[in-house]
């Protein structure tokens, strides 16, 4: 058996698929956020400006947030000890789940080291609990409820994207005490677009089933407090399970989910994706609480967040780019092929000064690459015009389909 030989090809392959990714050396700014220095292929840092972070309000460079993680160093210390179970409850992830639970409207709310893992433990733990449970998961969910509900060894049925009469066919088959659980999206990052909460959750009361709500590109994005989409259209009452993240809006790391308290203590109690987790360090726990208590009170952010996006929208439609509909704070802009959207990538990076990540399969489908923009409330407008001139000049020298 030649090892050496099998790691190549897998890799090999997906160079010839224009799929091998390749991580920027990057560090920001703190206090000029969306500036940054790249390390890669320069003598000494070169000076970028990021158009890709999921950083979407620039809290990780917030003085509340900074402040908080410093006090919380100076007080604990860096790590947690270990697991809750072994290390204790560091008050500081009591009073973030307390304003966590808070935030949603629910009874309860438990801390992961990601929302990556959050989804994994909680899909799967709690569908193992269902006996017989059949999942109805939206076919453009994250690849981490996948595994969670891969995880769970529960049937699944998958449902077209946002497509309410595929879902009640598919929950019109299954017997109505069958336990069912559904679980979608609200803003689905790749595409901009939002799923119709109150639909859904009119299935699940019909059809007795559970809904699970991953909120994580929305939370302090959207709603009067940061709640995400199912506070915005006043849906949050109406889940049984909201999903959210501290690593996007909340600039800082982990993830979390928010029900009611019987179902925290479920998860809290079988996932072992919670229990056998050191948690996380007590200063980015502080960071994070300073950054949702901010966003709870402070629409400033979010609101020039909201305008940032839809002025990049407007330049890059009015130079004839072609821009995928979007009712979000995502910008999607498509190429439609692997090797031409890392090429673009590039050009950005090393003649513009411009950093966005190409997306490539498997995060989208095949065909469908492209280039995903996140201003933020610190991209300003002249940074909009260079980066449409930029991109109007690489399509032409690509000869780049336009907008039709």
Known sequence: MNYDQIFDSAIERLHAEGRYRVFIDILRNKGSYPNARCFGGHNGPKPITVWCSNDYLAMGQH??????????????????????????????HVELENEL????????????????????ATLSTLAKLLPGCVIFSDELNHASMIAGIRNSGCEKRVFRHNDIEH??????????NTPKLIAFESVYSMDGDVAPLHKICDLADKYNALTYLDEVHAVGMYGPRGGGISE????????????GTLGKAFGVMGGYVA????????????APGFIFTTSLSPALVAGALGSVKHLK??????????AAAEKLKVMLNEAGLPIMPSTTH??????????KAKQVSDIL?????????????????????????TPGPAHTEGMMRDLTKALVEIWGRMELRLAA
Request: charged residues 25%; hydrophobic residues 35%; negative net charge.
């Open 101 to 120: 639970a808070d935030l949603h409207s629910k009874d309860g709310a438990l801390l992961f080291t990601s929302g990556y893992v959050s989804n994994d």
């Open 297 to 306: 009170s402070s629409n400033i952010e979010r609101e020039a967040q909201q």
């Open 330 to 339: 995502i910008v999607p802009l498509m190429v439609g092929d692997p090797v």
């Open 63 to 92: 003085p509340d947030v900074i402040g908080a993680m410093e006090e919380a160093l100076h007080n604990v210390g860096a790590g947690s000890g270990g697991t809750r179970n072994i290390g204790g409850n560091t008050h500081y």
């Open 349 to 373: 990076l090393h003649e513009y000064g411009v950093y966005v990540q190409p997306i490539n399969y498997p995060t989208v489908p095949r065909g469908t690459e492209r280039l995903r923009f």
């Open 232 to 243: 915005r259209d006043e849906a949050a009452d109406r889940i049984t399970i909201i999903e």
């Open 167 to 176: 879902l009640e066919e598919l929950l019109a088959t299954e017997d109505i």
């Open 259 to 270: 029900a009611d308290q019987k179902i925290i203590d479920v998860i809290r109690s079988y």
